[in-house]
C-alpha cells in the first residue's frame, strides 16, 4: 500500500457558513466517491480558501461527514494577482493500492480553469 495524494478545488457560491460546508461536502464527497476511497484510507486532509472565504472552516464540514478522527488543517492559499476568488482547494492524503497515476482528481464549478490537464471527473 502506498500514500497517495488526491487534489480537487471548487467554487463556493458567497462567504457563508453554509455556502463553505455545502462546497467542502460537495467536493469531498466527489473526490471519496470517483476513488473509491473509504474513511479508514485517509492519512490527513489540508484545505486551502482564498482570503475572502473565511466565514467557516472547510473542516467543520468534513467532521460532519465523518471525518473527524482524521487530521484535518485548514489555512489560506497565496494571494497571487488575479488569481481565481471564492475557491475552496483540498489535498487528501490516502493509502491506496492504486497507483498514483489511476487517482482521478476532481475540480468542480469554476476551478474547473485552475487544472483543465486533470478534468478526467465525470461526476
Known sequence: MR?????????VESNTKSS????????????????????????GVWFTTTSDLNADFPAVAARE????????????????PDSLKNCLRVMLLVNTEKK????????????????PDLDNYKG
Open 100 to 115: 498514483c497515476n489511476e487517482i482521478v482528481h476532481v475540480y468542480l464549478k469554476g476551478a474547473k480553469i485552475l487544472r
Open 65 to 80: 461527514l465523518g471525518l473527524g478522527k482524521i487530521a484535518l488543517l485548514c489555512g489560506h492559499e497565496m494571494s497571487v
Open 20 to 43: 463553505i460546508a455545502s462546497a467542502t461536502r460537495e467536493l469531498l464527497s466527489a473526490i471519496l466517491s470517483v476513488n473509491h476511497i473509504s474513511v479508514d484510507d485517509i492519512a
Open 3 to 11: 500514500c497517495c495524494g488526491i487534489r480537487g478545488a471548487i467554487t
